[in-house]
């Protein structure tokens, strides 16, 4: 039997980020980092702690007048990749950490944890909520559960999700709709195509409007978000020797968020008007709120460069109970998930000091 892993939360936040990525936590497998982020928070008498599944939550009640939640998923995708990055322990070097979770998004939730033992009177109270299952369907998400079943512990002013960006502030998210749009024919030989109308040839003008379509660039708190609209998927077709009578395109919306995924849908809907169109995806995103005084303090406390999350981030899930949020953590994002996933150990430390600026 092997000891029970514990965080020293005691170490500086580069030390404390090795610590957490060397406990394995893939999604749905999040319990032994669970437990110890649980146990060293306890340890600490300024938080009230409590656990909701494999979800750790603290807070400081000190009756501040504003609030603001920290948030970080606790779990990574497999190990089981090829590549240095996809193995534990991590390697560190003189000026970065290389290894399966160390951008996505660990680094973040190291910087967390440093926060909530050394920041012990904050100038704003502050919720720490670190989650499971974010990596995996968001049925399985944990902040998404908190969303349905308690969303009261995520009311604040404002809230921050340590996702890797690279050292910048990234505002909100966009929307995202998946469609299929769906081709009609009539099947034949191929020997007599004339007798048949070809499905994956009538896909071709479903193609021809997705190459027409002009995205818009679209202002939101202040931020541009570009809005997409591409073919990701195409079927069609039963045998080599038959005119298909069906051919399905696989569409996604990428919204910016001053309109919601019902809007966005009505949209998709109305540039396909001819076709059978099915939505097999949709979630709303999330727009920056950076005309809110909480979050305009965060800015001018950073004082870091900010742009638009052209992606889509769980900030969605805050905004659908009315709290603007951000991204900011250490990491490369263009790294998550690879072989060769790192972050820059300035970044770390970085995020750190901006964050206990704003805090303290």
Not at 25 to 47: M, T
Not at 93 to 118: P, Q, S, W
Not at 130 to 159: I, K, S
């Amino acid at each position: 039997m092997t000891d029970r892993p514990s965080l020293d939360l005691s170490l500086d936040p580069v030390d404390l980020t090795v610590a957490v990525c060397d406990i394995a936590s893939v999604s749905h497998e999040e319990e032994v980092l669970a437990d110890a982020v649980e146990d060293a928070l306890r340890g600490l008498s300024h938080l009230t702690v409590e656990r909701d599944g494999n979800t750790i939550l603290a807070r400081t009640d000190l009756g501040r007048p504003e609030r603001v939640v920290l948030a970080g998923h606790l779990d990574t995708v497999p190990l089981a990749a090829q590549g240095p990055a996809a193995t534990l322990p991590i390697t560190r070097t003189a000026r970065e950490l290389l290894g399966r979770g160390v951008a996505d998004m660990k680094g973040g939730v190291a910087v967390m944890l440093a926060l909530a033992a050394r920041v012990t009177a904050p100038s704003r109270d502050v919720t720490y909520v670190f989650y499971d299952c974010e990596e995996v369907a968001a049925v399985h998400n944990g902040l998404a559960r908190l969303v349905r079943t308690r969303p009261e512990v995520l009311q604040a002013d404002f809230a921050v999700l340590l996702e890797p960006t690279d050292g910048t502030v990234e505002g909100g998210c966009k929307g995202t709709l998946r469609v299929e749009v769906t081709a009609r024919g009539k099947a034949a030989h191929s020997g007599r195509p004339w007798l048949g109308h070809n499905a994956i040839h009538e896909a071709g003008s479903i193609i021809d409007r997705l190459r027409a379509y002009d995205a818009a660039v679209v202002t939101v708190d202040g931020l541009e978000f570009r809005e997409g609209l591409s073919a990701v998927g195409i079927r069609g077709g039963r045998a080599g020797n038959v005119v298909p009578d069906e051919c399905v395109v696989t569409v996604n919306y990428r919204f910016a968020p001053h309109i919601d995924a019902v809007e966005a849908e009505r949209r998709v809907r109305a540039l396909f008007e001819d076709y059978q169109v099915v939505v097999t995806d949709a979630a709303d995103g999330a727009r920056p709120g950076l005309d809110r005084p909480a979050a305009q303090d965060f800015v001018t406390a950073l004082g870091l460069p900010v742009q638009a999350k052209q992606g889509w981030t769980d900030v969605a899930r805050f905004s659908a109970v009315g709290v603007p949020a951000v991204n900011f953590g250490p990491g490369d994002p263009l790294t998550a998930h690879q072989d060769h996933e790192r972050c820059e150990i300035a970044q770390i430390t970085q995020a750190y000091d901006a964050l206990a600026r704003y805090l303290a």
